[in-house]
């Protein structure tokens, strides 16, 4: 599990996904969209969410692609 051992609230895997996401790997760029989109270590932030969504999907995310169309509805 990707918060195994990691205290709730924590801020250090939205921290690991965006520095990953700054060297180009999309599903980096997903999981921190996700964090912002559900405010897992973070303040819900959308905007932000649709952003990286966006990247990741660029990227060849297809997952991200759709996560980005339905985030726009």
Avoid at 3 to 32: D, I, M, Q, T, Y
Avoid at 52 to 70: F, P, V
Wanted: aromatic residues 8%; hydrophobic residues 35%.
């Amino acid at each position: 599990m990707l918060s195994e051992g990691v205290a709730p609230g924590s801020s250090a895997p939205l921290a690991a996904n965006l520095k990953a996401c700054e060297r180009n790997h999309s599903l980096a760029c997903s999981n921190a969209a996700g964090f912002y989109f559900q405010g897992w270590g973070t303040t819900v932030n959308k905007g932000r969410a649709k952003e990286l969504w966006g990247k990741a999907c660029k990227l060849g995310d297809d997952y991200s692609c759709d996560m980005l169309r339905d985030a726009e509805k």
